[in-house]
């Protein structure tokens, strides 16, 4: 399957730094790329869907002047965390998904391996 | 996007098939199911997808209820490599506008494979 990477893999700040988060889509274009977040012991939940070259869509409950999301070109997506608090302290994981054309739906969506932020 | 009802954790010994029920009652008739996989602290990975028909790859086999209310994913022969949460998740066709295409994620069933 095709792969996505994150960077950093891991990151530690304090409280009101920003920090961005990379999601790089290797050896495939990507027209869309999902942003999750998930706590210790829960599921994975979406934040947000980015199309290259747009503005990101924001799922309900999510603040997009917290969580800047760009995505600039096919295989590059970042997530910022501004201001962050100990509270968005999480594991953030980005998914892409292959340019797609007719027909049935397939396993168009690749996942990254996740970024752990620690919010001191 | 239809929801889907997993239980919440399971065993199975190794080297012994595991089999995970999935319900989705709400699906639609153009929605298809997917079974992703997270082990611990790394990214979801990808096990196999359907629509009406039983599919099979070289990870698992998916079988699909006629009425495609239930689904159950097979491991044929599981390792403690397999110890995982896995992911039912009930998907609209991404590459046919405005048939959805997130990935929503429920709890999933957490499955401990042990010696």
């Known amino acids: 399957g095709a792969v996505v990477s994150q960077h950093p893999s891991r990151v530690i700040c304090k409280s009101g730094t920003s920090v961005k988060i990379e999601c790089r889509s290797l050896?495939?274009?990507?027209?869309?790329m999902f942003w999750y977040r998930q706590f210790p012991k829960k599921s994975l939940m979406l934040m947000a869907t980015?199309?290259?070259?747009?503005?990101?869509?924001?799922e309900q409950g999510v603040e997009k002047d917290k969580f800047l999301i760009n995505h600039a070109s096919l295989t590059l997506s970042t997530l910022t965390v501004t201001s962050a608090h100990p509270e968005d302290s999480s594991f953030y994981i980005c998914?892409?998904?292959?340019?797609?054309?007719?027909?049935?739906?397939?396993?168009?969506?690749?996942f990254g391996p996740g970024t752990r932020l620690t919010v001191l | 996007d239809a929801k889907t009802t997993q239980p919440t954790s399971m065993d199975c010994a190794e080297g012994r098939a595991a089999n995970l029920p999935c319900n989705h009652s709400?699906?639609?008739?153009?929605?298809?199911v997917y079974w992703y996989r997270q082990i611990h602290s790394q990214g979801p990975q990808y096990i196999i997808h359907?629509?009406?028909n039983n599919e099979t790859n070289e990870m698992a086999s998916l079988i699909i209820t006629e009425d495609r209310k239930s689904s159950t994913l097979i491991l044929p022969h599981a390792t403690l490599r397999d110890t995982a949460v896995y992911y039912c998740?009930?998907?609209?066709?991404?590459?046919?506008?405005?048939?959805?295409?997130?990935?929503?994620f429920g709890q999933g069933t957490e499955l401990s494979v042990k010696p």
């Open positions: 050896d495939f274009q990507a027209t869309t």
């Open positions: 709400t699906i639609s008739g153009n929605e298809y």
């Open positions: 998914s892409a998904r292959v340019g797609l054309a007719g027909g049935e739906s397939g396993n168009e969506q690749f």
């Open positions: 980015s199309n290259e070259g747009s503005k990101a869509t924001y």
């Open positions: 998740i009930v998907r609209g066709n991404p590459r046919i506008y405005n048939q959805g295409g997130k990935l929503i």
């Open positions: 359907g629509l009406k």
